[in-house]
């Protein structure tokens, strides 16, 4: 009987019937609500034959201990928190869920963009507490958005910017100009988004080049009245120079829902009016959640039939 451990908080939300599924598989669920900590991962993984992770932080030393582990499906896109390269190295075979919470990403990364700029959150706040005080905004329609990384959530932002009738650039490491083209969407090097956006949004993956890529040299050469949205990863943008160049107004705001440390408890950031931030919300939607479990539990159960037919 294959033992399978499942961390995200998530997981089977919606769907609770995936339950089900396992026990008629003939598997042992073992479930714990993540983040865990390092200790409780490393005790829990030594005879485990697969994994359902979210966002705990994977490393070495505990893939050294799961001696039975031949699976770790990543529950949502990116695999940052996962040392792929050692797993694979010990036979440990790791998937993702790509697709799976592309549009929800995208409509959270409106979202905020709208918050930012139209301050909705201040004007919430300022009516309960009794003060009708209007709150005077800038407009996103007509407006200029470069896009960092054009993947599928970048493409989604960019379908979305076309309905407020903006200009879209696009910067990705491996562009694709025939797609750009059909979208009506420029592909632009990096220094052009960042001098000529009015909107930057952030849709990159987390790697050595990536990190700390937004920083203060970068937010002094923005538009001063530009506004950034961070969906992607944390570790892209510097904070706490982010928070500098909030507090100097080098630029309008920004709507951040990642960052370098999760769960957040404290940030410079905490201390900006004009930013506005979420707890990593923007693929929390009921039917990417059903998605992602639906999608996680299948690449286990089909590697397993997989390996099983290959005997």
């Given at each position: 009987?294959?033992?399978?451990?499942?961390?995200?908080?998530s997981?089977?939300m919606?769907?609770?019937?995936?339950?089900?599924m396992?026990?008629?598989?003939?598997?042992?669920?073992?479930?714990?609500?993540?983040?865990?900590?390092r200790?409780?991962?490393m005790?829990?993984?030594e005879d485990?034959?697969?994994?359902i992770?979210g966002?705990?932080?994977?490393?070495?030393?505990i893939?050294?201990?799961a001696?039975?582990?031949?699976?770790?499906?990543?529950?949502?896109v990116?695999?940052?928190?996962?040392p792929?390269d050692?797993?694979?190295?010990?036979?440990?075979?790791?998937l993702n869920?790509p697709?799976?919470?592309?549009?929800?990403?995208?409509?959270y990364?409106?979202?905020?963009?709208l918050?930012v700029?139209r301050?909705v959150?201040?004007?919430h706040?300022k009516?309960?507490?009794?003060?009708?005080?209007k709150?005077?905004?800038?407009?996103?329609y007509?407006k200029?958005i470069?896009?960092?990384g054009?993947g599928a959530?970048?493409?989604a932002?960019?379908k979305?910017?076309?309905?407020?009738?903006?200009?879209?650039?696009?910067?990705?490491?491996f562009p694709n100009?025939?797609?750009?083209?059909?979208?009506d969407?420029k592909?632009?090097?990096f220094d052009?988004?960042?001098e000529?956006s009015?909107?930057?949004?952030?849709h990159?993956?987390l790697v050595e080049?990536t990190?700390?890529?937004l920083n203060?040299?970068m937010?002094?050469?923005?538009k001063k009245?530009?506004i950034?949205?961070?969906?992607a990863?944390g570790?892209?943008?510097?904070?706490?120079d982010?928070?500098?160049?909030?507090k100097e107004?080098?630029i309008f705001g920004?709507g951040?829902d990642?960052?370098s440390t999760?769960?957040?408890?404290?940030?410079?950031?905490?201390?900006?009016?004009?930013?506005?931030?979420?707890?990593?919300?923007?693929?929390?939607s009921?039917?990417a959640?059903t998605?992602m479990?639906?999608q996680?539990?299948?690449?286990?159960?089909e590697?397993?039939t997989?390996?099983?037919?290959?005997?």
């Amino acid at each position: 009987m294959p033992k399978v451990l499942i961390t995200p908080r998530s997981y089977g939300m919606f769907n609770k019937e995936i339950y089900s599924m396992w026990e008629k598989e003939n598997y042992e669920v073992i479930r714990e609500i993540g983040p865990l900590d390092r200790e409780r991962m490393m005790e829990l993984m030594e005879d485990v034959d697969a994994l359902i992770v979210g966002t705990d932080e994977l490393t070495e030393d505990i893939l050294k201990a799961a001696n039975k582990l031949k699976i770790i499906s990543k529950y949502g896109v990116g695999i940052d928190n996962i040392p792929k390269d050692f797993a694979e190295e010990k036979g440990i075979k790791v998937l993702n869920t790509p697709g799976v919470n592309t549009e929800a990403v995208a409509d959270y990364t409106f979202s905020l963009l709208l918050s930012v700029a139209r301050h909705v959150p201040q004007s919430h706040e300022k009516l309960l507490h009794g003060q009708w005080a209007k709150s005077v905004g800038t407009e996103v329609y007509g407006k200029t958005i470069g896009i960092l990384g054009f993947g599928a959530i970048g493409r989604a932002v960019a379908k979305r910017a076309r309905g407020f009738d903006m200009d879209i650039l696009a910067y990705d490491l491996f562009p694709n100009y025939e797609l750009a083209e059909e979208m009506d969407v420029k592909i632009s090097e990096f220094d052009t988004i960042i001098e000529q956006s009015d909107i930057l949004s952030v849709h990159l993956p987390l790697v050595e080049e990536t990190k700390n890529l937004l920083n203060y040299p970068m937010f002094k050469r923005m538009k001063k009245n530009s506004i950034i949205v961070n969906t992607a990863r944390g570790g892209i943008i510097n904070e706490a120079d982010l928070a500098k160049a909030l507090k100097e107004e080098l630029i309008f705001g920004a709507g951040m829902d990642v960052f370098s440390t999760e769960p957040l408890t404290e940030s410079p950031l905490f201390e900006c009016e004009n930013a506005i931030l979420t707890p990593h919300n923007a693929a929390a939607s009921s039917e990417a959640i059903t998605r992602m479990t639906v999608q996680a539990t299948q690449n286990v159960l089909e590697f397993f039939t997989e390996k099983q037919e290959s005997v």
